[in-house]
């Protein structure tokens, strides 16, 4: 199903309230949770593992996106779906064995994405487009919310849509870091299936009314 979804990221929450950000999302318009798993060595930051993975699980009633932007995502990848997680994406950056870990992810009956980084080029998936479930797109260097768009997504955006239909791929194609309601829609013609959104989110006075306005 293509359609404009809308995923906040959990890394933007209070983490002194994450129950309670957690059950803004339920009641909002969001589609999905988006969440940021960082080790401190695949990018400069280290955000949380497991036990809030496991809080997510227990309040959150939508789809859950988990992002590893870790080093061998593989080693981890099974405990995550364990943990309840719908889709699994691994940095095309991190994975030695990229087929392997696509396909190890949908044998565990999870979604399976690709995630490439800013510098990283669309036609590296020329080869596993058909296997995913979803591209990640990265539009800022991951490692921290709040950083400003690279407007070359864009072009990247593009290249990915014309990757898909050439290869009669199902694939949805998500972006993150630095959307806000400048650039939603924008992101949306351009062929962005679903919008990742941290601090447009919950910096905003007021988030579900922001979750919607991203949808326009
Ligand atoms: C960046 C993370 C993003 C981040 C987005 O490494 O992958 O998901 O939380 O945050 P904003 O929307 O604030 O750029
Ligand atoms: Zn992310």
């Known amino acids: 199903m293509k359609t404009k979804l809308i995923a906040p990221s959990v890394l933007a929450a209070d983490f002194g309230n994450l129950q309670r950000d957690i059950e803004m999302i339920n009641q909002s318009a969001a589609d999905w949770f988006h969440v940021d798993v960082m080790d401190g060595r695949f990018v400069p930051n280290i955000s949380f593992g497991?036990?809030?993975?496991?809080?997510?699980?227990?309040?959150?009633?939508?789809?859950?996106?988990?992002?590893?932007?870790?080093?061998?995502p593989e080693k981890y990848v099974e405990e995550f779906i364990n943990?309840?997680?719908?889709?699994?994406?691994?940095?095309?950056?991190?994975?030695?064995h990229l087929h392997r870990t696509i396909n190890f992810i949908q044998d565990k009956g999870a979604k399976a994405g690709v995630v490439l980084n800013p510098s990283t080029p669309v036609w590296v998936l020329e080869d596993i487009i058909t296997e995913v479930d979803l591209v990640l797109l990265m539009s800022v260097n991951p490692g921290f919310g709040g950083q400003k768009f690279i407007e070359n997504t864009y072009k990247k955006i593009r290249e990915t849509k014309e990757l898909i239909l050439e290869n009669n791929s199902t694939a949805l194609i998500e972006i993150d870091g630095g959307v806000n309601t400048e650039n939603a829609a924008k992101l949306f013609d351009a062929g962005a299936d679903v919008l990742v959104a941290g601090n447009a989110v919950f910096a905003?006075?007021?988030?579900?009314?922001?979750?919607?306005?991203?949808?326009?």
Do not use: W
């Not at 309040?59 to 080093?71: E, G, P, Q, S």
């Not at 943990?83 to 030695?96: F, I, N, Q, R």
């Open 50 to 72: 497991f036990p809030v993975m496991k809080t997510i699980h227990q309040h959150a009633k939508k789809f859950i996106d988990v992002h590893l932007m870790i080093v061998e």
């Open 83 to 96: 943990y309840g997680a719908d889709l699994v994406s691994v940095h095309y950056e991190a994975c030695t």
């Open 204 to 216: 905003s006075e007021n988030p579900e009314r922001t979750i919607e306005l991203l949808k326009v």
